[in-house]
């Protein structure tokens, strides 16, 4: 297995490479300090997404979208896919930086620290990450990173999602929240939703795998010892929905996702964002930081404005759960 993600890698800095070769660009850039670029500027963009799944597909989407839309073919996009490794994470994004891109968008957590950890002059702009403090390890975390890194964030409220578990399972005792131990913000968002619960008067019990090697047998661990299933916003899971549901069906424990992209492989009920919409509004920061009319070291991280309580109808119907008033299915 390491030796194919060494090939990966190898792969991916090569295609970097190739890639770049055949952009044009021109010298006249934004300064750092925002100084609006030439109008006959050409940019190119370097994409890192951590791995293929619905959530990520579809920010990555709204974002060469909406860059597009701002400005047309001044811009030409090298995207790269990690296939879920860290290690070639920090491949591609060593590899942007050695191309001299203009700009790097970092979709999920693993490959906003790769690109934060290889330039701190190229503008980073992350998305579909959940709490940029904890990702980048910046304590009493205000809203803005500074310096070349800025973003938007997928976090939804995790007080809403806890009070959905009350909603749905009232007469439920024991919730498993499970995850990947690997994602920082998978840590996060489990530890804080615990406290939520346990305020409610929930037994919880944290259920970690490190990666989709084990998540079955900890999937199964959870589902024997648990009446409901919580899932956070976790690119491990959602890239093992089926997994978990093929478990966690047959077992008669409904789990509560932390998007529509997990709760429509396998949960039952999510609050969640469009994650095609978070890709636009980080396109549209990129627009501003490409043509100079905002500098990155001050933008705030922005977040999703709406938030949608969605079930799982084919879930919902084989657990016999009839989800309350206000929930939108997911299609």
């Keep these: 297995m390491k030796r194919l993600h060494k090939i990966i890698a190898v792969i991916a800095c090569l295609t970097i490479v190739l890639s770049f070769a055949a952009c044009k660009k021109t010298d006249d850039k934004p300064s750092e300090t925002g100084t609006p670029a030439s109008t006959d ?3 190119t963009v370097g994409i890192l997404q951590l791995i293929q799944h619905e959530a990520l597909d579809a920010a990555t989407r709204g974002f060469r979208e909406a860059l597009t839309q701002e400005l047309g073919d001044k811009v030409t996009f090298v995207e790269q896919n990690a296939q879920g490794d860290v290690n070639t994470c920090a491949t591609i994004a060593n590899g942007f930086v050695a191309s001299k891109v203009d700009l790097i968008m970092a979709n999920a957590t693993p490959a906003l620290q790769a690109a934060a950890a290889a330039t701190s002059e190229i503008p980073v702009l992350g998305t579909s990450v959940t709490e940029y403090g904890v990702a980048l ?4 975390f205000k809203g803005t990173v500074g310096g070349n890194v800025s973003g938007t964030s997928d976090l939804a409220p995790l007080d809403e999602q806890a009070a959905m578990v009350k909603e749905l399972f009232p007469d439920a005792k024991k919730v498993g ?3 990947c131990s690997g994602e920082p913000n998978s840590v996060y968002q489990v530890n804080t939703v615990k406290r939520f619960l346990e305020d409610m008067g929930y037994t919880c019990t944290l259920y970690s795998f490190a990666d989709s090697n084990d998540i079955a047998a900890v999937t199964t661990t959870a589902a024997k010892a648990s009446d409901v299933i919580y899932v956070p916003t976790d690119n491990a899971a959602a890239s093992n929905k089926e997994i978990i549901d093929n478990i966690c069906r047959p077992a008669k424990v409904p789990v509560i996702a932390g998007e529509k992209g997990i709760a429509s ?3 039952v009920a999510t609050l969640s964002i469009d994650y095609y919409d978070l890709g636009v509004a980080t396109g549209k920061m990129a627009a ?6 905002a500098n990155i070291s001050t933008m705030p991280i922005e977040y999703a404005p709406e938030f949608t309580k969605m079930y799982n109808p084919a879930i919902c119907e084989a657990l016999g759960i009839t989800p309350p008033q206000g929930y939108v299915a997911i299609e």
């Design 41 to 43: 500027t050409k940019y």
């Design 177 to 179: 929240l499970l995850y």
């Design 288 to 293: 501003k930081v490409l043509k100079g009319e």
């Design 137 to 140: 390890d910046i304590k009493d």
């Design 265 to 267: 492989g396998c949960g």
